[in-house]
């Protein structure tokens, strides 16, 4: 898994920046309510994300957590004292907390399925009655997008899915969930090209790869026989699945 502390200068501009942040935020915030209340984003990263919640909803009183330090500290700079350190799996807030909790880009970064159970749990816990819990599901399905570079990287290893959405929807339920709708939005500038592709197995981003894997520059060396090694093949289409807290009957 990737240093997050190391990546977060580097975070933003590797990941779509403004544009894949813009995308994201508009689809969390048609998965939501729009009325008065309390949002948590949980592992808000940066803050990209977060401030665009924040902005758009002025009503939402905006929360981010993050446990990676170095993200928590340049995300407190764009939401100044709204942002604080803290683990997804034991949030520090009182049961029925918040309105809505979101959750970009973080399921499929957990080691197993206990992971998994326990940030949804977490995050169910802190939700009021009638709240809703919005997050990412199936990202490295969505980088696979049907191109050239995906044949060659076909039979590379890889790690169980741990925001497979059926997963998630089952951990969802054991917490006491409900489903509430779908969306999808577009990773802007994240196509991936042949030679940005061999940069990223050889930074260690395909986690079942290190760069010292033989594997790796055998892989390197048929995307590098790949035509336009420059061009960007198509954006990803990352989805988000949303779930409702019942209220007390």
């Given at each position: ?7 977060a ?8 920046g403004e544009?894949?942040a813009?995308?994201a935020?508009a689809?969390?915030?048609g998965?939501i ?19 665009r919640?924040a ?5 939402l ?9 170095a993200m ?26 918040f ?12 080691p197993g ?6 940030v ?7 939700l009021?009655p009638?709240?809703v ?17 995906d ?12 925001d497979a959405?059926?997963?998630v ?15 999808a939005?577009?990773?802007h500038?994240?196509?991936?090209s ?14 079942l ?5 033989p594997?790796?520059e ?9 035509p ?11 989805r988000?699945?949303?779930?409702r ?5």
């Amino acid at each position: 898994m990737l240093d997050y502390d190391e990546e977060a200068d580097a975070y933003d501009a590797s990941r779509g920046g403004e544009p894949r942040a813009e995308a994201a935020a508009a689809a969390v915030l048609g998965l939501i309510p729009d009325r008065p209340g309390r949002l948590l984003d949980v592992a808000c990263g940066t803050g990209l994300v977060t401030r665009r919640l924040a902005a758009a909803r002025p009503a939402l009183r905006v929360t981010g957590a993050d446990l990676a330090a170095a993200m928590a500290r340049r995300a407190a700079r764009r939401l100044p004292g709204a942002v604080l350190r803290a683990d997804g799996r034991r949030l520090p807030f009182a049961d029925a907390s918040f309105d809505a909790v979101t959750g970009v880009w973080l399921l499929h970064l957990l080691p197993g399925p206990a992971e998994v159970r326990a940030v949804v749990a977490e995050c169910a816990r802190v939700l009021r009655p009638g709240g809703v819990y919005v997050t990412t599901v199936d990202k490295a399905v969505a980088h696979d997008v049907g191109s050239d570079i995906d044949a060659v990287l076909a039979l590379r290893p890889r790690r169980p899915a741990q925001d497979a959405a059926d997963a998630v929807t089952g951990h969802a339920l054991a917490a006491g969930l409900l489903p509430a709708g779908q969306a999808a939005f577009p990773g802007h500038g994240q196509g991936r090209s042949p030679r940005s592709t061999v940069a990223d197995l050889r930074r260690g981003w395909f986690t079942l790869l290190p760069p010292d894997d033989p594997r790796t520059e055998e892989l390197a060396a048929r995307l590098a026989r790949l035509p336009d090694q420059d061009r960007r093949r198509p954006d990803p289409a990352f989805r988000l699945h949303a779930f409702r807290k019942p209220t007390d009957t």
